[in-house]
């Protein structure tokens, strides 16, 4: 997103985010198997992270106004740390590395192909 404070992107990306969830939540109702709540998750978990990102880039615009309006920029050192800060704080990377977790949980699983079986039973 460029401007992710306006109000047509803002609606446009909590529009999407519901439609995730509202995905996850079908996913579970339509599959019957344990699997689908791999897949549920999944889709709950990449939401969290799309949310994560958003958080992210406001921050990071911010930081970017801010800086262009003080005399003196920042250093690259000050910069990569309030990055990082705001990465843990908005629990980036802890949310990307559950959903790498649970999309090779899906692979070992072999979720899709089993999701693919009770597509074809329907």
């Known amino acids: 997103m460029k401007n992710p404070l306006s109000h047509e992107e803002k609606n446009f990306f909590l529009t999407k985010c519901e439609e995730l969830e509202k995905s996850a939540i079908e996913v579970e109702l339509i599959f019957k198997s344990s ?16 949310q994560a ?6 921050a990071l615009n911010g930081l ?9 920029c920042m250093s690259l050192d000050i910069f ?13 990377y802890e949310t990307a590395d559950t959903l790498k977790k649970l999309y090779q949980l899906i692979n070992d699983r072999e979720v899709e192909k089993k ?3 009770e597509i074809s039973l329907i």
């Open 35 to 50: 699997v689908s709540k791999y897949m549920a998750e999944f889709i709950i978990v990449y939401k969290k992270l799309l």
């Open 53 to 58: 990102m958003h958080r992210q880039q406001i």
């Open 64 to 72: 970017k106004d801010n800086n262009f309006d003080q005399k003196s």
């Open 80 to 92: 990569q740390e309030k990055v990082h800060d705001w990465a843990e704080k908005n629990k980036l």
């Open 115 to 117: 999701i693919r079986k």
